[in-house]
């Protein structure tokens, strides 16, 4: 049973435009949310992340919204670029431990 | 450089093999974590170390696999009689201190294929 979920597999987006990339969770004690990047072969990079006790956290173009109702987050970049195109992961932490369970993945595609 | 580097970038082996990945995490980052990443999936937890503290290896999927770390420096993980479902890019991660800073800093990976 995946306690964290990406459900769209791909995204492609014009550059310039808003990408939302979007990530749903089960367990409501999850404390801490992050979101990588990946490159082909590379390994994820950290982007941004945020804790439960907040709902917006906000780094240049990169914005995070966490809906705890709805265990419900979403990484917003505005404006995109061609260089965003990558696989996006939201990762979630439950409190006091120090593994994060990671979702599938979403492939983004900004399209110039 | 500085980041987190895993060797061999691809491995490819026959079924019933050893094979063992190597980790070297950034300098002075007492947590290490292994994961694996199978095609369409997202990445499991394997293993994690920190410090000199016992390593929580319940994330290991049998008793084929196995890690070790000396210190705070390299790591190795160890998988004995490979199958073909042990196929996976196996990733390494380290940070600094599991409870003042969350980020995880991740290796390139190593693509193992059994064959």
């Known amino acids: 049973d995946q306690q964290v979920k990406q459900n769209s597999p791909s995204l492609s987006v014009q550059e310039g435009r808003i990408s939302i990339l979007n990530c749903d969770y089960t367990n409501s004690m999850f404390d801490y949310f992050l979101w990588y990047k990946k490159y082909p072969a590379e390994g994820p990079t950290f982007l941004i992340s945020i804790s439960s006790i907040k709902d917006k956290n906000e780094d240049g173009r990169f914005t995070v919204f966490l809906n705890k109702s709805a265990k419900h987050l979403s990484l917003h970049i505005v404006p995109s670029q061609p260089g965003d195109s990558a696989v996006y992961f939201c990762a979630a932490r439950n409190p006091g431990t120090y593994k994060y369970i990671f979702g599938t993945g979403t492939r983004l595609k900004v399209l110039a | 450089g500085a980041g987190v580097s895993q060797s061999p970038s691809n491995k490819v082996t026959e079924k019933g093999k050893d094979v063992e990945l190597r980790c070297d995490p950034i300098?002075?980052?007492?947590?290490l974590y292994w994961y694996r990443q199978r095609l369409g999936q997202g990445l499991e937890f394997l293993i994690y170390f920190q410090g000199n503290s016992a390593p929580d290896k319940s994330g290991l999927p049998s008793d084929r696999f196995s890690a070790e770390r000396t210190g705070e420096s390299v790591s190795t993980l160890t998988i004995q009689r490979t199958q073909q479902e042990d196929s996976a890019v196996y990733l390494c991660?380290?940070?600094?201190?599991?409870?003042?800073?969350?980020?995880?800093?991740f290796g390139p990976g190593t693509r193992l294929t059994v064959l």
């Open positions: 991660a380290s940070s600094l201190d599991r409870v003042t800073n969350r980020e995880q800093f």
């Open positions: 300098s002075g980052h007492t947590a």
